[in-house]
Structure formats: C-alpha cells, structure tokens
C-alpha cells in the first residue's frame, strides 16, 4: 500500500510563501497523478493542483492560479506545492494523493490513496 506523508503547513501572515511536500518512501510516483486537495472547517475537499509524474501536465484550480505551482521530483519521489501570495481564503488542511491511472483531474474519488493533511493557517 501506498503511504503518502505531506509536510510544509504553517502559520503565515497574508501575503507570505509555503512549500508543501508529498513525499512516498519506497514507492515511486512512475505513471501516477499526485493532486493536492484542501478542506477548510464546513466545506467540500476541493481540488488544487495536480500533475502527471508521466508526462508532467499539470492542472490548477482558478482560485490559485498564478500564486501556487506544483512540480515533481521523480528521483526523490516527492511533488512539491509551492504556495505564494497566501490569502485567508487558503487556510485548511492541504491533502496529497496519487491516483495510479496518472490522468489529471481535480475530482477526490479518482485518488486512491491519501496522506494525513498538513495545515495551512493564513492570517490576515
């Protein structure tokens, strides 16, 4: 089974830079889809990022478009989400998962297997 660990949350003030990762000890991410997903308290797990370690395409919800940008280290089996120009509005708990048919997409019931969440507070 896949174990997926994702790191980087924080507190950080409007405005300020969070690199999260997703890293998978003793796997590796060849043909897969690596999505990260957020919650905040009351609302949906909504899609983010995600890439195909295959080919590297990419997808980007319209609310962090041009602030986050994911990108993959196949030889350490880690995707980073580099998030900058945070808002309040991004404050959740962020999510890596894979999804072994490698196809980008932002919906959660593709995603087989998950990591425990990171939290990302965002003052303002």
């Known amino acids: 089974e896949v174990q997926l660990q994702a790191s980087g949350g924080g507190l950080v003030q409007t405005g300020g830079s969070l690199r999260l990762s997703c890293a998978a000890p003793?796997?590796?991410?060849?043909?897969?889809?690596i999505g990260w997903f957020r919650q905040a308290p009351g609302k949906e797990r909504e899609g983010v990022s995600c890439?195909?370690?295959?080919?590297?395409?990419?997808y980007y919800a319209d609310s962090v478009k041009g602030r986050f940008t994911i990108s993959s280290d196949n030889a350490k089996n880690t995707v980073y989400l580099q998030m900058n120009s945070l808002k309040p509005e991004d404050t959740a708990v962020y999510y890596c998962?894979?999804?072994?048919?490698?196809?980008?997409?932002?919906?959660?019931?593709?995603?087989?297997?998950w990591g425990q969440g990171t939290q990302v507070t965002v003052s303002s």
């Open positions: 003793g796997f590796t991410f060849d043909d897969y889809a």
């Open positions: 998962a894979a999804d072994p048919t490698g196809w980008v997409t932002a919906e959660p019931y593709e995603y087989d297997y």
């Open positions: 890439i195909s370690s295959s080919d590297g395409s990419t």
